[in-house]
């Protein structure tokens, strides 16, 4: 089973995207490669912010720090969510464990030319704890979250899991 050192970004996302989705996630159902969606955000990903290194903390990568201790993190999505927030506090937190004062997050949406500044407060630390802790608590159900409403599965992956009867 997973423990909190194994939590990365992609779990806080799912977390507060669909409880469903992260749970299917956290079993190995992993059908993101088949989305289009999700290839339109690695593409974004990778052709914006190309001089920056990723930084790499085993079960979360971020997209790059800066010398001032601002994580950025780059968004196919057009608009700020509670989720890219999220995982941004998330990363910070990361960064914090391992002695790295990370200031904040930098979210940074190229399609609409838009970026989001989010301060680690410890407001934010408390908040980063309690959703590793809620991931956990997804983690040990016996059984699936239900399901969203189908109108906020748009462009998920894990659609034809959840809707094929």
């Known amino acids: 089973m997973i423990d909190a050192e194994d939590i990365g970004g ?55 720090i800066d010398g001032a201790h601002w994580v950025h993190e780059v968004k196919s999505s057009s608009r700020p969510s509670s989720a890219d927030q999220a995982q941004g506090r998330h990363y910070c937190h990361r960064l914090h464990r391992v002695g790295i004062e990370a200031q904040g997050a930098v979210l940074h949406y190229p399609k609409t030319r838009r970026t989001h500044r989010f301060p680690y407060t410890l407001e934010a630390a408390a908040q980063a704890e309690a959703d590793i802790a809620q991931v956990l608590a997804v983690a040990a159900l016996p059984g699936s979250p239900e399901r969203l409403a189908r109108s906020a599965c748009r462009g998920c992956s894990f659609t034809d899991y959840c809707w094929t009867e």
């Open 10 to 64: 992609v779990h806080i996302k799912y977390l507060y995207h669909c409880r469903r989705q992260l749970w299917l996630y956290l079993r190995g159902i992993r059908p993101e490669h088949l989305s289009s969606t999700v290839q339109l955000g690695e593409a974004v990903h990778d052709t914006s912010y190309t001089r920056n290194t990723p930084v790499d903390l085993g079960a979360a990568q971020l997209d790059f």
